[in-house]
């Protein structure tokens, strides 16, 4: 209102209407109907995006990161952001500027290609100024026969590819998780014991009176998720300095070299303390007691019978295995 009136100062028709508007005649206008607000925000919008988009311009090149989520109404948010360098008062900054979300006609890798594409064409930038593109490393973004990267590189042969380490990390994890049965039963507890308690007020009431614990859920998105979600009910050291390294790769002055020392620090970590770690776990698990031995199985006519598996032999058996398996992962996506 104080825009529409500074300009009724040099608009004779709009000051005459607002000056009627004022006397409280019959439809007096507000500016406040659902609309004109969108009209506003769109306006400010675009606005604001043609000041980006000319920073962008004015830096010339520029990298390119694309990722698409569902809303809660289940429908795909496929965002755009660009990279790039400034250049004021000889002092060089690294600006990274959300420029919107697409509408794209599929999920395959050409209707993304093309919504990318013609998603910068939109905005007014030319694609043969890109020089870098980031997304995950699922198979059909990072995949090498025609997929999204490989379909980008072939348009514009001067762009290169930069994986996002942060998401192979937890796609290491999450890997880990669905080798084994144990660890997705694990979690998957512990997202039910989450859900019982979450789904009536009573219940959490009622938990924040007998503990200090606070629940968690788990995520396949984000790994932080699974180690806060064990976390509350028992911290463990591989899962809290698998976090730590995860947290870091987010830091902005994060640098490939970083992130690689990192990876292979943890490796490192994880191999030489297996054993630690797994005789640790089965240590805390000896508070419960567990009655039920379980035995090899035999072959029909087979007398010989192996020593009993114990419930806490089979355990540090399982988590062995699982540390192996992250080791592996980590070791393999570190580059």
Known sequence: MALVRFVAEFDPVLKDHSERSKEGAKGRATYLSLLIQNEFIAVVGNSVREKLVGDVKESKYYGVMYDSTPDISQQDQHSLVVRYLTVKQGIISVKETFLGYMNLEGKDAESIEEGIRTGLQS??????????????????????????????????????????????????????????????????????????????????DTLKKATAVTLRSSTDTRWSSRAEATCALQSTRVLRNFDDVQKRRKCPEMTFKDAYEDLTALAIWLQENRDTSAQEAVTKSLEVEIKRVRRQKCMPGELVRDEPLTPHTNMKRKLLVAVDKLVEEVQSRRA
């Not at 980008?152 to 669905?178: G, P, Q």
């Open 123 to 204: 905005f007014g930038l030319d694609f043969d100024n890109c020089r870098a593109v980031c997304f995950d490393n699922t198979s059909a973004m990072a995949g090498t026969h025609t997929y999204v990267q490989r379909r980008l590189c072939e348009r514009n042969s001067k762009i290169v590819f930069i994986n996002n380490n942060n998401h192979s990390l937890n796609f290491a994890s999450v890997d880990t998780v669905k080798s084994g049965v144990g660890s997705m039963t694990f979690f998957n507890i512990l997202n039910q014991i989450f859900n019982f308690f979450s789904r009536s007020t009573a219940r959490w």
